[in-house]
């Protein structure tokens, strides 16, 4: 089994910036992404970004492309997503979710593991 727990979520103006945490444990896949998803109210749970978890290679939607970025630390089991530029459209629930490093990445459908969520508000 796996266990999520998301933070760094928060209520910031427009243009600032917040990072998310994900930590990671009981890690059960010997090669796995990471992602990051959001919902807001009304809307569909959307991906954001993802990470291998062994290589660092990473994939963006085109809406956070430029603006947020994520990492890992493989010491701390954590990943990352910082946040840059931030819009009122970007305000949402937060997600971070671990699967095996096949099939589509950006897929939630795919990601049998989920943290709680992290709620992201952004003021304009």
């Known amino acids: 089994q796996v266990q999520l727990v998301e933070s760094g979520g928060g209520l910031v103006q427009a243009g600032d910036s917040l990072r998310l945490s994900c930590a990671a444990s009981?890690?059960?896949?010997?090669?796995?992404?990471t992602g990051w998803f959001r919902q807001a109210p009304g809307k569909e749970r959307a991906f954001v970004a993802a990470?291998?978890?062994?290589?660092?290679?990473?994939i963006y939607a085109d809406s956070v492309k430029g603006r947020f970025m994520i990492s890992r630390d493989n010491a701390k089991n954590t990943v990352y997503l910082q946040m840059n530029s931030l819009k009122s459209e970007d305000t949402a629930l937060y997600y971070c979710a671990v699967g095996p490093t096949f099939g589509v990445v950006t897929d939630r459908g795919i990601y049998p593991y989920w943290g709680q969520g992290t709620q992201v508000t952004i003021s304009s």
């Open positions: 990470i291998l978890w062994s290589s660092g290679s990473a």
């Open positions: 009981g890690r059960t896949f010997s090669n796995y992404a």
